[in-house]
């Protein structure tokens, strides 16, 4: 008798438990495992502040005359070695693999006001568009740039906004996450931010132009899976960066 209570109420509380979180299938094998390796932090620390909390928290303010960048973004801007771009500069990378603009949101106060930057210069949208966090509308990802702006704008700090990257499927690597990121939605994304930058007098860095080919795909020889830059991409975004970083110091849009 005693066994067959103890199997009852052991089944009881299975039945109990929440069932396993899981993430809907995008239709993307790569995507989806991504995803699905990621919920941990989508459910513990959405916005990711442990990444750079301590480095954060260990950084002294900015010396007198400095004018300190913050680079915000995603995977292109975490594998971007700043220093090796921009020698002596007091640039800081807060760029985080995987990210979506409404993890940026989460931590940017911890990642970018707190800091006390002269300039945020910010690439982002690729991952939203791709579908990382979830499906996100055009109009979502928008109003996600604009409270960055408005944040920024209220502690002072001048705001350029990177034009999203063009992609290629150039090779087997590349195919999915150019099936992911739809060349009209670049696009689309791209003329919104330049549009938003001239009406609020905020700096359009436009990568895009630079970087695309004759087929209105990312250059072959600036990335070898279709997606991230690669030195030779790299050597053709620093000076546009210094350029705009240059123009929002100097307060020209």
């Known amino acids: 008798m005693g066994s067959i209570l ?6 009881s509380a299975l039945a109990q438990q929440p069932a396993p979180l899981s993430i809907p299938s995008t239709g993307f094998p790569g995507l989806d495992e991504y995803r699905a390796s990621r919920i941990a932090i989508y459910t513990d620390d959405f916005g990711e502040l442990k ?25 292109i801007t975490d594998y971007w070695k700043l220093a090796d771009y921009f020698p002596g500069k007091p ?12 993890q940026m949101l989460v931590r940017f106060r911890q990642d970018v006001i707190d800091l006390r930057p002269t300039v945020l210069v910010v690439l982002a949208g690729t991952n939203d568009v791709a579908g990382v966090t ?33 992609v290629n499927n150039y090779t087997d ?19 919104w931010l330049k549009n938003y930058c001239v009406k609020n007098g905020l700096i359009y860095l436009d990568y895009f ?13 600036l990335s070898d899976e279709g997606l991230h830059p690669n030195a030779f991409g790299y050597r053709v ?17």
């Open 134 to 166: 979830g499906s996100s509308r055009d109009e979502n990802i928008e109003a996600n740039y604009a409270s960055m702006a408005e944040l920024a704008r209220a502690h002072h700090i001048r705001v350029v906004f990177a034009s999203l990257l063009p």
């Open 237 to 253: 975004m620093a000076p546009l960066a210094e350029k705009a970083i240059a123009q929002a110091i100097a307060g020209r849009p």
């Open 173 to 191: 690597d590349a195919k999915e996450s150019f099936a992911l990121r739809p060349r009209e939605r670049i696009l689309a994304l791209n003329s």
């Open 91 to 102: 640039y800081i990378n807060r760029g985080i693999d995987g990210q979506t603009t409404p």
């Open 209 to 221: 132009s630079a970087m695309v080919d004759d087929k209105g795909m990312l250059k072959r020889a």
């Open 51 to 75: 990444r750079y909390r301590e480095a954060d928290a260990a950084l002294a303010p900015p010396a007198a005359g400095e004018n300190r960048v913050v680079f915000l973004g995603d995977s």
């Open 6 to 11: 103890l199997a009852i109420l052991t089944l």
